[in-house]
């Protein structure tokens, strides 16, 4: 087949590299400064957007790299001017795991924006447009691409029906584009092919698949999208692709070469990007997700891949991993009760952390969380279905649940930032920072107020061990042996209250 010069109607992609791809591998751990070495050859890609910032990037920055989260934007738009920026938006939850104030939400977006993001892709976890309409009025408001997610998951509720008018809703409600956002890799080819299929014949505005191969299911699931007129795919780059992840960049685009839906990119430079994050993953293997190949476990029970890890991680906490199949079979059983909602952020924790309580306590609904019974209050949205009457009971008793949207509920929340994060914020980033985040973000303002950003303890210690030596040389009037001390052969990890590496000549300091 011969490559048409102009094809009539060329895919779309958007990579997940920056974001997305890391976040599902590597526990989000992807530090900034590996990104930029190779920015520049992305921004000469031609990608419709990269995903770089939102969902866990947020709190990981501060929590576990020491960053301020806002100057990734920055830092990376620079070299990558040419490039439209997207982001996770958990509509009224931002990038957090429960409700905030209007301000709040208002003016994280606004100076998300101004720093350099173009598309929001604001998704409730629940599917409740109630907490995504503020988000997207915002959004809107600001000049940015509003991009409404619809939050793909299967049962008794969800048909392709029930899509259709969620979609129906958000484009009525200002989206400028609609993702199918399947984050459990769940769609099948044909679902996808029908979804697809009923969207573009009811809507005028752009359709985006965003899918993980943790099934197995989501390269193909995309080829039959494509064929139903799909405009937009998310892939990642082949070196952070697949498992967890998504399908490789790469593939898709040599799938459609020479045909009317050619992307146009160049796959020689797809493989030079590759190529570095390549070695760059190698850095972050201590985080690598310990899936290697397809996990059909989340067909029986709806769980994303990310869920499966951190269920590993809490039952090895407890000592407890024996128990990992008795709690991928308590999993479903909940997500019934709670009312079959999707399991994304933070609705999976709270159906993932009520099933690993029922099983290692081994009985059903003995414990239940503050966040278990505030979802059954409805203080996170309108479930999909309704709550097991007998659960609801034992949970909050004979109290009704709310029935207006749950941020109505809410008082501003900036003024009271304002006031106590005080001299900490050099602006309202910082504030907002505080705002979402208060037990993350005022360590990292306060390692950061004590100098260079909490590496400042380097220079502390090397200037205490230059002054011990010192004195032992003024004591034994002896000329100075050993190596010089070296501040570079020493770092100080952030959260982890310890040195690494050794100070030469300080008595071994580790």
């Not at 020491?66 to 990558?80: G, Q, V």
């Not at 993932?352 to 009985?363: D, I, K, P, S, Y």
């Not at 969380?369 to 996170?380: F, H, M, T």
């Not at 602006?427 to 005022?442: G, H, K, T």
Request: one cysteine or more.
């Amino acid at each position: 087949m011969s490559n048409p010069p102009n094809p009539p109607n060329p895919l779309k992609i958007c990579d997940l590299m920056l974001r997305d791809g890391h976040q599902s591998l590597l526990a989000t751990r992807m530090r900034t400064d590996d990104m930029l070495p190779i920015a520049e050859k992305i921004d000469q890609v031609g990608y419709w957007a990269v995903e770089m910032w939102g969902g866990a990037t947020f709190d990981s920055a501060m929590r576990f790299l020491d960053e301020n989260p806002w100057d990734r934007i920055r830092r990376l738009k620079e070299r990558m001017p040419n490039t439209p920026f997207m982001m996770l938006l958990r509509g009224q939850n931002v990038v957090g795991y429960h409700h905030y104030p209007d301000d709040v939400v208002e003016r994280f977006i606004v100076h998300a924006h101004a720093n350099g993001i173009d598309v929001f892709r604001i998704f409730d976890a629940l599917n409740d447009v109630r907490n995504m309409r503020w988000a997207m009025e915002v959004v809107k408001r600001e000049g940015a691409h509003v991009q409404a997610a619809i939050s793909y998951t299967i049962g008794p509720p969800y048909s392709i029906d029930y899509f259709v008018e969620l979609a129906l809703k958000l484009a009525e409600m200002g989206a400028d584009s609609i993702c199918i956002k399947d984050m459990a890799g769940l769609i099948t080819p044909y679902a996808a092919y029908e979804l697809v299929r009923r969207l573009k014949a009811e809507l005028d505005i752009p359709i985006h698949l965003h899918s993980h191969a943790t099934s197995g299911m989501a390269t193909t699931a995309m080829l039959k999208a494509v064929e139903a007129g799909v405009d937009i795919v998310d892939t990642a780059i082949s070196s952070l692709s697949l498992t967890t992840s998504h399908p490789p960049t790469e593939s898709i685009v040599a799938m459609l070469k020479e045909t009317e839906r050619d992307t146009g990119l160049d796959l020689d430079l797809l493989a030079e990007i590759a190529a570095h994050f390549a070695k760059v993953r190698r850095k972050y293997a201590r985080f690598e997700s310990g899936m290697f190949g397809v996990d059909v476990r989340v067909l029986q029970y709806q769980i994303p891949g990310g869920m499966l890890s951190n269920l590993v991680s809490q039952l090895r906490a407890q000592n407890a991993e024996d128990k990992y199949e008795e709690v991928l079979a308590e999993v479903p059983r909940v997500r019934a009760e709670l009312g079959y909602p999707p399991l994304v952020t933070p609705s999976s924790q709270i159906v993932g952390t009520q099933a690993t309580l029922n099983v290692l306590l081994g009985e059903r609904y003995k414990v239940i969380p503050k966040e278990v019974k505030d979802y059954i209050r409805g203080l996170y949205g309108r479930p999909p279905a309704p709550i097991d009457p007998e659960v609801k009971r034992k949970a909050i008793g004979d109290e009704e649940p709310i029935d207006c949207r749950p941020a109505d509920l809410l008082e501003p929340g900036m003024p009271k930032a304002w006031e106590e994060i005080g001299h900490l914020a050099r602006n309202e980033e910082d504030v907002i920072s505080y705002a979402l985040f208060p037990q993350v973000a005022r360590p990292f303002l306060e390692r950061r107020a004590r100098g260079s950003d909490g590496k400042e303890p380097v220079v502390a210690a090397i200037a205490g061990v230059l002054l011990k030596r010192l004195k032992e040389q003024t004591a034994t009037a002896a000329a100075p042996t050993g190596p010089a001390v070296s501040p570079w052969k020493t770092s100080w990890r952030p959260g982890s209250g310890r040195w690494w590496g050794i100070i030469d000549g300080a008595g071994g300091l580790r």
